[in-house]
């Protein structure tokens, strides 16, 4: 499947909750604790999906969106513990194109993707790739899902090329 997705809208933003100091298992680990009630309220949260990481190796980071509840107001969501590098942050919503596609989502299958994205992009007359954007991936399974139950989608921020 090969789209261009809208998300958010002008009057509503993603709240994203993110620890770009910690990679893999590590990174999640803080992240889900932070949903389930390591965080200064304590208070307890549903995990969402996707799962959204990007960069690679040190530069990596990883995010969850946090449930609909925290979307208007970024102050609502419960403060991260002080010693935790997890962020709370909020997203405004964007236009990005997207390919999607099924198994575990790994490097290989992100590199292989992006290639194709970027190319399906530029072979679109009415979109751009924003300069410098990264590639995002995005996990919507947990680790149990079959391969081929499972989705992934790998995205680029664009925009319109007549400039709008």
Do not use: H
Request: hydrophobic content about 30%; charged content about 25%; overall charge negative.
């Amino acid at each position: 499947m090969n789209e261009i997705k809208s998300s958010g809208s002008d009057k509503e933003s993603a709240t994203k909750l993110s620890n770009p100091q910690l990679s893999g298992a590590t990174s999640f680990g803080a992240l889900a604790g932070y949903l389930f009630g390591k965080n200064e309220e304590e208070t307890a949260m549903k995990m969402t999906t996707p799962v959204l990481s990007q960069g690679e190796g040190a530069d990596r980071t990883m995010s969850f969106v946090l449930p609909s509840d925290y979307w208007q107001e970024k102050e609502k969501a419960p403060t991260p513990l002080s010693d935790s590098s997890v962020k709370v942050s909020s997203v405004e919503g964007c236009d990005r194109a997207v390919i999607a596609f099924s198994g575990f989502g790994r490097k290989s299958d992100k590199e292989n993707r992006s290639i194709k994205l970027r190319e399906m992009v530029e072979a679109d007359k009415d979109w751009d790739v924003v300069d410098g954007a990264p590639i995002v991936l995005a996990n919507y399974n947990d680790p149990f899902t079959p391969p081929w139950k499972r989705r992934n989608e790998v995205s680029i921020l664009v925009q319109s090329s007549s400039g709008d």
